[in-house]
Each structure stands twice: as C-alpha cells, then as structure tokens.
C-alpha cells in the first residue's frame, strides 16, 4: 500500500509539472490546440481558467496560434492586474486567429465576456459568431477599467436591413456596467453589426465613467450605431471610417463628456446623425468649461450632420470653447435637415470666441414639406459663424431656414448674443428662406451681427424677422454640384468678404487678408 500510495503522488507530481499552471502568471505563452509544452494551452478556457484562479505577477502575452477556436471566453476579475501587469491576447501575424461561438438565447449571446476584468487587451484577433437570433460578439459588465481592442476584426451576424437590436452589437454592455479607466478602440474592423462601439457610464461623478475613451483609425460597417460613448470625460474620435449598411438609420453619439471631445478626420457614411452630442455636468464638478473640437470631416445624415447641445441652466457646466471647421456635411432622407445644430454654447468673448467657420452644407431631402436647418444657434453667446457655404435643394419654402436664430427668453438662463455671421453664402436652390428669426428680438444683431453675406433665392420674401446688412451680396454662386460640391464657379462671391481672420479656405488656399472670398472656399 505504501508503494502503490508513492507511485500515485508521483504521477500526480509528474502530471502538474507538465501543466502550464504556477502560481501566478508572468511573461509569455501560447494557446495552441496542437501545441505542447508548459507555456501552451490547448483552448482558450485553459488559459482563462489559469487567470482566473491562479491571477498574474507580471504582464501576460497569449499568442494565438491561427485557426479557428469554438469556445466562449468568459473573464472574470484577474488578481494581480495592473497597468503594469496587463494581460494580451496577441493573434497570430501569418494567417487568422478566430474565436467563435453560437450562442443558444438572451442568457449565452457572447463571444467574449468581461466581468469586472481590468488592463486586457485583444489584439489582431478575429471574434465573430454562429448565431442567427443572437450574435453579440464582446459584452462587458461590472466595472472594466483599461481596455483595449486594436487591430480586431469583428463579423456580427446582422445584415443590410437586418436587425438593428443590441442582440447583435459588436461591443456592447450588461447592466450594471462602467468604462472605467483609458479605453483604447483602434485599428479594428466591424462587419456585420448593430452597435459597433458602446462605451457604457452611468454618471459624471467619479468611479462611474471612463477617463478617456479614444475611437481611432476604425473602419465600422453598421446598421444602428457607430459609436456610442457615454459619460468619458475625455472622448476622442479620428480617422474613422463609418457606413451605414441600412442606409439612413446609423447613429454615432458623443454624449456627457466632462473636459473635451475631439473629432476629425473621419468619414461617416449614408447615416442619420453624423455627430449628435450632448453634456450637461454640474458645475458642482468645476471643470472649468468643456472643450469641443469638430474639424476636417465629411458627414452624410438623413437628419443631422453635426448637433452639439448643452444646457443653459446655471448649474450646469457649458461648452465655452468651440471649434467646427472644415467640414463637408451632406444632409439627406425625406424628413427635416440639420446641417449644424448648437445650443447653449457659451463662449467667454473678447479674444475667447467660439468658431464655426469654413464648412460646406448641403441639405439634400426629398421632402417638399420638410424643415432645413442650415446653422442654427440657439441661445449662444459669442459664437462667431465665418466662411460656411449652405446650399438648400429642397424641404418647405417656409421653412427652411439656412440661418435661423432663436434663443431662450427664460431669464434663468445665462444671457445670449453677441454672435457674428460673416462672409458666409446662404443659397436657397429651392425657392425657401435664407435668414429667418423665430421672433424680432431674435433677430436684432445684438444676437446675431450680419456682415459681407451672400444671400439667392427666388423667394420673394427671403428673410423672416432678419434685416441683411448694407455690405451684403445677391446671386448664385453656382456651385459646382448643388448636392455635394459647394465650391463657386461665378464671381459673384469673389472679393466681396471682410477680413475675420480666417487666413486659408477649406481646401487650405491662401484667402486674402483684405478683400476674402465668401463662402468656404
């Protein structure tokens, strides 16, 4: 007995050893199905069982080896994570490293679940799934701090007219969920997917959203939603490219940031909003004003291109530095059009101002009856709107609007004016308004200041509660496509602006510092 008792404790020494476990892990090792040795696992599982129990001492690298893996992974909070001691699930460089999986119903629809997991990173990896009902790819809930998604192709299971439900998101959250810490999405590809993006917080306080989220270099094809981040402080989109596979019905949301959100350079596809972002946090969290900067896209949206929103109460924070410039916004769809929608921006004034400048608007629906927005700031203060080209194809003739100015009589509110709009082409190519005030005192220039304008239509009230002023300009432009190239061909915008200190054009030409051109270009 006492032999047969060694020889067993023996095997069982010999069958550890030959395990990839220890204590806790550090450094690097494989996940293979074919693979052998003390630093493979031969499944996913494996390797997340060995984090899950045993926590890491150090960062973690699996390399994947190419082929196709059928299991979910399921992560659970790792002991021992750290930014220092983050864990990576590195896919293989020579052919793809997929994992999928079928979910049965509600309670399996994952690929990869996060349950309170911190400092992960998928990298190169392909993630997609077998279901029909059901085929969310990444979910996360509880408090996921430091993730990140780069170089990943994910390959939902919707479709062009497919189903829009989160059933079918590629990144997506369960209740109660926060995106804690630096998110990083970068680099990834989304096929096939309702949401491709969904940075979940629940509120402005601490603990309870992410610092930062950064959305970069992404190529998003979607039926639903973009981008979706909610309560960052810091959020930062660039060099995305966005298609909206439905066509007409994408969204992409910037809402609750606290410092600042950053959006350029990215191209967004057949949507509905371009841009819709809104924040409003108290002013108990003093940050000083919130920061907003979209430059250098191009927008198709069936209802907004850019919308940026706050509140005009006095306990909340406001948007106090603006910046919207060198965008291309294409509005299309059969409903009402907004090119650029401001409310309750509050700029401090004197050097201090916020800028809409050098941007083309093309409002593009098919509706005879819609409403147009062209730029409409409502209830601003010390925004000044310089060297935007809008051009108006159809909607009502009394109500679309390329300018309209509205603002808030509440005297809770913090008080509005001092805008200017210079220099700007406002052409109506479908008989409607060019410059409408919803009242008379909405549209007296201690709100809005009009200089250098250009003003066609064939309306022959052309302006509602507005009156132009003596420097303004009347023709056509002519612009090179009416519908997507607002570029002038006549003269009759050439040399007719005042100088605002706009020193190039949308196409980065040297204006003329004393006698610019109307228009963005």
């Known amino acids: ?37 003390t630093s493979n696992y031969t499944s996913f599982g494996a390797a997340v069982t060995a984090l899950n129990t045993s926590g890491v001492s150090g960062a973690v690298t699996f390399n994947v080896a190419s082929g196709t893996y059928t299991e979910q992974v399921n992560l659970g909070s790792v002991t021992g994570a750290s930014s220092t001691n983050s864990i990576t699930f590195q896919g293989s460089t020579t052919a793809a490293s997929i994992l999928t999986y079928t979910p049965s119903g509600s309670s399996d629809n994952w690929t990869v679940k996060m349950t309170g997991t911190d400092y992960i990173t998928f990298d190169n990896m392909t993630i997609t799934s077998g ?9 996360y809930t509880d408090t996921v701090t430091d993730f990140n998604l780069t170089n990943c ?3 939902g299971r919707t479709s062009s007219g497919g189903s829009t439900s989160s059933f079918y998101a590629g990144l997506y959250y369960e209740y109660p969920a926060v995106a804690a810490g630096n998110w990083h999405i970068s680099d990834n590809t989304f096929d096939s997917v309702s949401y491709a993006i969904y ?40 060099d995305n490219v966005i298609n909206d596979i439905n066509g007409g019905s994408l ?37 000083g004003g919130i920061k907003v900067n979209i430059s250098n896209n191009h927008f198709e949206g069936t209802l907004y291109g850019i919308r940026v929103g706050g509140s005009g109460t006095s306990t909340t924070e406001k948007i106090t530095d603006l910046t919207i410039e060198n965008n291309t916004i294409e509005a299309w769809g059969s409903s009402y059009n907004y090119g650029i929608y401001l409310a309750y921006i509050q700029a401090p004034g004197g050097t201090d101002r916020a800028t809409v400048q ?76 060019c410059v409408v005030a919803q009242t008379a005192t909405t549209g007296l220039p201690s709100y809005m200041f009009v200089n250098n304008n250009l003003h066609f239509t064939t309306n022959t009230s052309p302006h509602t509660n507005f009156t132009p002023a003596a420097s303004s300009v009347f023709g056509d ?12 061909r006549t003269q009759v915008a050439d040399n007719a602006g005042t100088p605002v200190g706009v020193l190039t054009d949308i196409d980065g030409d040297t204006r003329s510092t004393t006698t610019p051109d109307i228009g963005a270009d």
């Open 1 to 37: 007995m006492k032999h047969r008792t060694q020889r067993l404790l023996g095997a069982l020494a010999f069958s550890l050893l030959s395990m990839p476990m220890f204590a806790q892990l550090a450094g690097s090792y494989t996940i293979d199905a074919a693979g052998t040795g």
């Open 131 to 139: 279901g029909s009902s059901y085929g969310r790819l990444i979910m």
């Open 153 to 155: 192709h994910l390959i």
């Open 199 to 238: 940075a979940y917080g629940l509120g402005y306080g601490a603990g309870q959203g992410a610092d930062s989220v950064f959305v970069e270099d992404n190529t998003i094809n979607a039926n639903y939603n973009g981008f979706y981040v909610r309560y960052a402080k810091y959020q930062k989109m660039h």
């Open 251 to 287: 969204r992409n949301y910037a809402y609750y940031p606290v410092y600042e959100l950053d959006v350029q350079n990215n191209q967004v596809n057949d949507a509905a909003y371009g841009i819709y972002m809104y924040t409003a946090p108290p002013t108990s969290g003093a940050t």
């Open 358 to 433: 050098n941007n083309m608007i093309a409002l593009n629906t098919t509706s005879t009856t819609g409403t147009l927005y062209g730029i409409y700031p409502y209830h601003c203060a010390n925004v000044d709107m310089f060297h935007n080209s809008i051009a108006a194809n159809g909607g009502s003739l009394t109500n679309s609007r390329l300018l309209y100015l509205n603002h808030s009589s509440s005297t809770s509110y913090f008080s509005p004016g001092g805008n200017n709009a210079f220099n700007n082409a406002f052409v109506n190519y479908n008989g409607g308004k």
């Open 477 to 488: 432009p002519m612009y090179v496509n009416p519908l997507t190239d607002l570029h002038a």
